[in-house]
């Protein structure tokens, strides 16, 4: 059963910044592609960035590009999603799966709660 662990959310001022894990739990996350997904409240969910295993290309949202930076752990089977120059608009509930297509939150975690606000 693939299960991640996501953290590392929290209260942040716009401008600040935030690094998100993502941990698994009964299998190795170099085995999958990992995505990370947010939703905001009252709005659709967000593909935020992904890391390909296999050719280790990574993706952003278009938004997004220059702020956020996914990078993978090998040694402690994690991967982070390093959140910088936050703004209002980034506050969501922050998830991460074994795919970069799990719109529906099927490998979903409990996610994480990031807040930016002054």
Not at 38 to 53: D, F, I, L, Y
Request: charged fraction near 15%; include cysteine; charge should be negative.
């Amino acid at each position: 059963q693939l299960q991640v662990v996501e953290s590392g959310g929290g209260l942040v001022q716009p401008g600040g910044s935030l690094r998100l894990s993502c941990a698994a739990s009964g299998f190795t996350l170099d085995q999958y592609a990992i995505g990370w997904f947010r939703q905001a409240p009252g709005k659709e969910t967000e593909g935020v960035s992904c890391t390909n295993n296999r050719n280790g290309n990574t993706h952003y949202a278009d938004s997004l590009k220059g702020r956020f930076t996914i990078s993978r752990d090998t040694a402690k089977n994690a991967v982070y999603l390093q959140m910088n120059s936050l703004k209002p608009e980034d506050t969501a509930i922050y998830y991460c799966a074994p795919s970069c297509h799990d719109y529906a939150g099927d490998y979903w975690g409990q996610g994480t709660e990031v807040t930016v606000s002054s």
